[in-house]
């Protein structure tokens, strides 16, 4: 899909959030973005592969609380398990390794990052990867490439960098594939971050896709429930968009919360993977708008 497209996506996102009360109808909705009913619906479904309407029974309150209390003991239950450090995401096994406390002061020196930009669902992101697995995913949401490499630079500052979207390109394809695979593939990541911070991001891999938990949630089960500001800015703080799915942490009232790559895009995030993977939303369709 297009990065204009994505941005269509996301701009009737927020017309459907900011006109809830009004329920409006698709053919107000296709004008907020400049298209006419037919060609958003198209738009719309080929990108959420349903309908607007069904797409935005996931966006409601309503849904949220029912994925909150379907989640119960979900965490834990992983946990009890004694599951290592790898979470299942799509066709993905998702592993993470943590830079060494020796190599978390070098800051990165010795390893040779490689970058690029590449477009997603979710609208262009710049990728980093070295020989050790993938180390950073930053969606380009409302700042340049410059920028975002800047923000990798600051958290690899003595690393060298190379931009080869050539060789991104192939890790590219394996996070967001033009088709389903059969067989999971394996995928690492690299990150660099403290005790408290790599228990928050393992923790979240842990969550699977159509299912959200609470801060709370994640404070409990990585055994400090009073930390749950903390827990906060950790999440806040995640390297690896997507990947550590920071975006499936909601606050405990069902309210999606902010996303350190935009609002919009978090609550894009959790209801494509909710229509893949969730629990039907069906039984909350009679407060949708009628004309989509």
């Not at 949220?64 to 009890?80: D, G, I, N």
């Not at 299912?211 to 055994?223: E, K, M, P, R």
Request: hydrophobic share 40%; proline share 6%; charged share 20%.
């Amino acid at each position: 899909m297009a990065t204009s497209d994505y941005a269509r996506i996301e701009q009737a996102i927020l017309f459907l959030e900011q006109h809830a009360r009004e329920q409006p109808r698709l053919e107000e909705v296709a004008a907020s973005v400049g298209l006419s009913p037919y060609h958003f619906q198209r738009l719309f479904t080929r990108w959420a592969g349903i309908s607007p309407k069904r797409f935005l029974q996931f966006q409601t309150l309503e849904f949220a609380k029912q994925l909150l209390a379907e989640r119960r003991s979900l965490l834990e239950v992983t946990y009890e398990t004694g599951l290592s450090s790898s979470s299942r995401l799509h066709d993905l096994f998702i592993s993470l390794e943590a830079v060494t406390p020796g190599e978390f002061k070098l800051g990165g020196s010795g390893l040779d990052i490689h970058h690029g930009v590449h477009d997603s669902p979710f609208g262009e992101y710049l990728l980093a990867v070295c020989e050790r697995g993938l180390c950073g995913l930053h969606f380009l949401a409302g700042e340049s490439e410059d920028e975002a490499l800047r923000r990798l630079q600051e958290q690899w500052p003595n690393a060298s960098f190379t931009e080869s979207p050539e060789v991104t390109a192939a890790w590219a394809g394996r996070i967001f594939p033009s088709r389903r695979r059969r067989t999971p593939q394996p995928l690492g990541l690299l990150v660099k971050g403290s005790n408290f911070q790599l228990k928050v991001w393992d923790a979240l891999l842990r969550i699977p896709p159509g299912s959200v938990a609470t801060y709370q949630d994640i404070a409990t089960v990585i055994g400090a429930p009073g930390a749950v500001r903390a827990v906060g800015t950790a999440v806040g703080e995640n390297p690896v968009a997507f990947l550590i799915p920071c975006h499936r942490v909601i606050r405990k009232t069902g309210a999606f919360g902010g996303y350190r790559w935009g609002a919009p895009r978090k609550r894009a995030l959790l209801a494509w993977e909710a229509a893949r993977f969730a629990s039907s939303p069906e039984e909350f369709g009679r407060n949708m708008p009628s004309g989509m």
